[in-house]
């Protein structure tokens, strides 16, 4: 299942297994069921469900221990499901907004690391009927080297991209401030508008106060 969904970034198939993770990362497939849709081979939830059967075969402790494993990526599931109520939300602005929540496993070596990510689709009101849409991505990393980093990418209709970094730690900060041209240039490379790209000390606005953190699986397990 970790070779299935897990990225490995910078490879060619990483793109595709991004868009795996988000339609059949589990978060949409209640949704897919109550519109009639039939889940494919790749489904999590589905996947799930298989290796809970297969493991009442395994020895008393081997099968406490999937079990254990099963249900929490289940709970993990489950409340991005919750956070991610595919409708639109009016916001107290009078702007809307419509969320996807998920958990990606990051192969980076012989290293595996959780990846959370949120998308937002953001509409608010420009004069008097039209309205405008704002894409927006946040992602939180827990790396073994380099610590706690998010990132914030904020993206328009017409291909403005603003993105940001907070890092816990400063040799992260200066790790990546050092990237942030090279970084920038790949982007206008891809056809995007030249980048304002920041990096910041310490904690993002969303992750203020912020102390319980959350993993996709128990690694040891």
């Not at 339609?23 to 489904?43: H, I, M």
């Not at 409708?87 to 996807?100: H, M, N, Y």
């Amino acid at each position: 299942m970790l070779q299935l969904f897990g990225l490995r970034p910078g490879t060619p198939e990483a793109p595709q297994t991004l868009q795996q993770n988000v339609q059949a990362g589990g978060t949409q497939t209640e949704a897919q069921l109550a519109a009639g849709k039939q889940l494919g081979k790749t489904d999590m939830k589905g996947l799930l469900r298989q290796l809970q059967q297969q493991s009442a075969d395994l020895p008393v402790e081997q099968r406490q221990r999937m079990d254990q494993l099963i249900q929490t990526m289940q709970s993990r599931i489950t409340h991005n499901q919750l956070s991610s109520l595919q409708q639109w939300k009016e916001a107290p602005d009078g702007s809307f907004e419509r969320v996807i929540q998920l958990d990606i496993p990051v192969l980076n070596n012989n290293q595996m690391d959780n990846l959370e990510m949120r998308i937002s689709q953001e509409r608010s009101a420009q004069g008097t009927h039209e309205l405008t849409t704002l894409w927006r991505a946040r992602l939180h990393f827990d790396l073994e080297e380099l610590g706690a980093i998010d990132a914030e990418i904020k993206l328009t209709g017409d291909e403005q991209v603003q993105i940001q970094f907070w890092c816990n730690e400063r040799h992260a900060q200066r790790h990546i401030q050092k990237q942030l041209q090279e970084f920038g240039q790949l982007l206008q490379n891809k056809g995007f508008e030249p980048p304002e790209l920041q990096c910041y000390h310490g904690h993002s606005p969303d992750r203020q106060g912020e102390l319980i953190q959350k993993n996709l699986v128990d690694i040891h397990t």
